[in-house]
């Protein structure tokens, strides 16, 4: 994210002006213009469709016009076009103010660079807004999209376990907040899933179970927890070259959870925030776990393997424990769990999964109105036997193929404490085609909707 706030207080500075009209309402707006500027918008073929952006000429100077479904209610996404393809400057509606199109017109401005020089982007497109106290809110979210954008764009080599370590560190900084980290040989005692998954890697990618925490003990406790698989071979189930071009972002969960967890330490929520991420590498070599393994996790339940390749609800099956150890009041994960939220969902809506009711309708209910729709999948309990196995009390996968998305959060249900309040979001983290404020690559899906649901519910200090 560029590094300059992207929006601004409007005090009277000098700006060009954006009209936002729809394709309904255009030819009663195009009737009050020159005949040279309806010429100008002819000649552009601008209508009012959605996401276009038409420049007019206007004495001196000009200026901007976009299109969109209805200038009276503006979404997140309805001013991003303007934000990707307008000269760099500084912007201001010309009437009403730009309320939740803030955020996209930040992230439409998002560009990787840490190994491409951006030398031809255009400078920042700032917008001027008089909603001063949305500022400030505005900015964070954007930053932490920004965040799982990053590190879900930077190759494996360069996003391990430390590397994750390095970040919850840098966030832990900001905030005051405490961190420690068990790592290596040291899990194998008391996370000895998350050890088995990860002892396969080089030295310098150990795997580790990264804890924050932040807050008052008087605050209800909430614990977020993110699968960090930084890069996932499958093990030696190993995956097909195809299915393996992508897995740098396999610890997108714990790039939301790390995000997730920034926002609400700067927002400065009332609540004991614990972050829980296992950062692990699913490599093969000679002491990597195999296929008919049976392993023993931190909650005493053995676990037999019957795919290596499903080996991020491990981590989180040891992780998830330790999480229902101090009795949260709220336990949310992020993962990049399965193909078959992909298959039933689609790329842009996270699976959500979860024990009760009211806080599924919560995440949902919050989704919906800052525009990061999520959908909820069941967890059926008639499903749990597929997950049996002959010599240990679980298998960590199912042989027929059926709900793999649902049987994925039964397995997680298992290490989740008796009664506590667990929501699962499996996201893709990943956008394979760019959308008016949305990038192509490394995808925020299912953090806003989690961040809003928190404010909602735990209200502001």
């Not at 709220?330 to 959500?352: E, M, N, S, Y």
């Not at 999520?374 to 002959?390: G, H, K, Q, T």
């Not at 699962?424 to 961040?451: I, Q, S, V």
Request: with cysteine; glycine share 12%.
């Amino acid at each position: 994210m560029n590094r300059q706030p992207l929006i601004q207080p409007d005090r009277g500075q000098d700006a060009v002006a954006i009209h936002l009209v729809s394709k309904d309402g255009f030819e009663a707006w195009v009737k009050g213009l020159s005949a040279g500027q309806r010429a100008s918008l002819a000649a552009q073929k601008f209508d009012g469709s959605g996401y276009q952006v038409g420049i007019v000429p206007d004495g001196d100077g000009w200026f901007a016009v976009g299109g969109v479904a209805d200038p009276a209610s503006l979404s997140s996404w309805c001013m991003a076009k303007l934000a990707e393809v307008l000269p760099g400057g500084t912007y201001r509606l010309a009437s009403g103010e730009p309320g939740p199109a803030l955020h996209g017109w930040q992230t439409a401005q998002y560009r990787f660079s840490r190994y491409k020089d951006a030398k031809d982007a255009p400078g920042p497109r700032v917008l001027l807004t008089g909603e001063v106290k949305a500022i400030e809110p505005a900015l964070a979210e954007a930053q932490a999209v920004g965040l799982v954008c990053d590190l879900v764009n930077t190759p494996a080599e360069d996003m391990g376990p430390a590397a994750l370590e390095s970040c919850a560190e840098s966030i832990a900084k900001r905030h005051g907040a405490a961190v420690t980290v068990i790592k290596g040989d040291a899990l194998e005692k008391d996370y000895p899933m998350i050890h088995a998954v990860g002892r396969a890697a080089a030295r310098h990618h150990a795997p580790r179970l990264i804890r924050l925490e932040w807050g008052k003990h008087s605050d209800p406790l909430v614990a977020i927890v993110g699968k960090g698989v930084c890069f996932d071979s499958g093990g030696l189930d190993i995956k097909p070259a195809s299915g393996m071009l992508l897995m740098k972002k396999d610890m997108g969960g714990a790039a939301h959870a790390l995000a997730l967890a920034d926002l609400v330490m700067g927002a400065g929520l009332p609540v004991r925030l614990h972050l829980l991420v296992p950062a692990v590498e699913n490599a093969i070599s000679g002491n990597a776990f195999r296929p008919g393994d049976v392993l023993r996790s931190r909650q005493g339940l053995t676990v037999e393997i019957g795919n290596t390749d499903a080996e991020g609800r491990l981590v989180l099956g040891d992780a998830l424990t330790r999480a229902s150890e101090d009795k949260p009041d709220l336990i949310l994960d992020f993962a990049t769990l399965t193909g078959a939220a992909r298959v039933a969902l689609g790329p842009d809506l996270p699976a959500l999964m979860a024990r009760r009711d009211e806080t599924a309708d919560a995440l949902l209910a919050a989704g919906r109105e800052r525009d990061d729709e999520c959908w909820r999948l069941p967890l059926p309990s008639a499903y749990r036997e597929w997950l049996a196995s002959d010599i240990a009390d679980t298998n960590n996968t199912h042989s027929n193929g059926f709900a793999g998305a649902s049987v994925a959060g039964l397995f997680l249900d298992r290490f989740v404490g008796e009664g506590i309040d667990w929501a699962h979001f499996d996201t893709f983290a990943w956008r394979p085609a760019a959308k008016p404020g949305r990038p192509k690559g490394g995808a925020a899906l299912g953090l806003r909707a989690a961040f809003h649901m928190l404010k909602a519910r735990y209200g502001k200090a």
